[in-house]
C-alpha cells in the first residue's frame, strides 16, 4: 500500500546526543516535510523539501539537520544543539504537480530525552 | 509572521449542537490551497477538506461543511450535529506553491470536545 512510514514510533535520547528520526514515502511524492508538535503548539515547520538534494529551513530549524539524497526519504537529526528536543515529531509528503492534492502525513515519533 | 491564525483554542459543545472554526490565512501566492486536518488521540492527522484558490465555491460534504471568502483571506469549517467522536484537535493549513517553494503552514489548532 502507497503511504509514509515514521520510524521509530518511540525514541529515547540521551542529552548531548545525535539522533536521526526515519521518513519514507512511495507516493511519488516532490515535497516533504517535518513538523514539531508540542502540547498546545500546533505543528511547527522544522524543514521543508520540494525537490531531491534542495531543502529549506522552516520557522524552527535551530538544532536540527535534514538530508534529501532520495525522492523517499527525508531524514531528521535532531543534534545536540537542540535545547529541547522531548517531542512528537510529524513527517508529511505531499504531490506538487496537482490540483488535487493533500499532504499524507506518518504517524509520528514521539522523541523523549532521558 | 504566522501565516495561518486560529484564533480560538478549545472549544466546548454538547452533542448535536453545531461547531464552527475559523481560520485566517495571509499568502503572496496568488494560487495556494487551503486544508483542514483532523487529529484524533491517536495522533495521526486524518485530512479533511481541501480547497483550492481560484474555487471559491462552498460546499457541503456530509456533516462537513466550509466557507471560504478569499476577501477577508478566510477558510471556516463547521461540523454540524456534533458527535462525540468529533473530539479531537482542528488545524487549518496552508500551502503556497511559489513564493513559498510548496511549503506547508499549519495554525496552532483547535481543540474541540464534544460533550455527550
Known amino acids: 500500500d502507497g503511504g509514509i512510514t515514521q520510524s521509530p514510533k518511540y525514541l529515547f535520547r540521551k542529552e548531548g546526543q545525535n539522533v536521526t528520526l526515519s521518513c519514507e514515502q512511495n507516493?511519488?511524492?516532490?515535497?516533504m516535510y517535518w513538523y514539531r508538535q508540542d502540547p498546545g503548539q500546533g505543528l511547527r515547520l522544522i524543514y521543508y523539501?520540494?525537490?531531491?538534494?534542495?531543502?529549506q529551513k522552516g520557522d524552527i530549524a535551530e538544532g536540527y539537520s535534514v538530508s534529501r539524497e532520495k525522492k523517499e526519504s527525508f531524514p531528521l537529526t535532531v543534534t545536540s544543539a537542540q535545547k529541547n528536543p522531548t517531542a512528537f515529531y510529524l513527517c508529511a509528503s505531499m504531490g506538487v504537480r496537482s490540483w488535487n492534492t493533500e499532504a499524507f502525513f506518518g504517524q509520528g515519533t514521539r522523541l523523549t530525552v532521558v | 509572521a504566522q501565516k495561518v491564525t486560529q484564533a480560538q483554542t478549545e472549544i466546548s459543545v454538547v452533542e448535536k449542537e453545531d461547531v464552527t472554526l475559523d481560520c485566517v490565512y495571509e499568502?503572496?501566492?496568488?494560487?495556494?490551497?487551503l486544508f483542514w486536518y483532523k487529529q484524533p488521540p491517536s495522533g495521526e492527522l486524518v485530512f479533511l477538506i481541501r480547497r483550492n484558490s481560484f474555487d471559491e465555491q462552498n460546499e457541503i460534504s456530509g456533516r462537513y461543511s466550509w466557507n471560504f471568502q478569499k476577501s477577508t483571506s478566510s477558510f471556516n469549517f463547521t461540523i454540524t450535529a456534533s458527535q462525540v467522536v468529533d473530539s479531537a484537535v482542528y488545524f487549518c493549513?496552508?500551502?503556497?506553491?511559489?513564493?513559498?517553494?510548496?511549503?506547508?503552514?499549519f495554525g496552532k489548532g483547535n481543540q474541540v470536545v464534544v460533550i455527550p
Open positions: 507516493l511519488n511524492h516532490d515535497a
Open positions: 499568502t503572496r501566492d496568488t494560487t495556494y490551497y
Open positions: 523539501s520540494q525537490i531531491v538534494n534542495d531543502f
Open positions: 493549513a496552508l500551502s503556497e506553491p511559489y513564493y513559498g517553494n510548496n511549503r506547508l503552514a
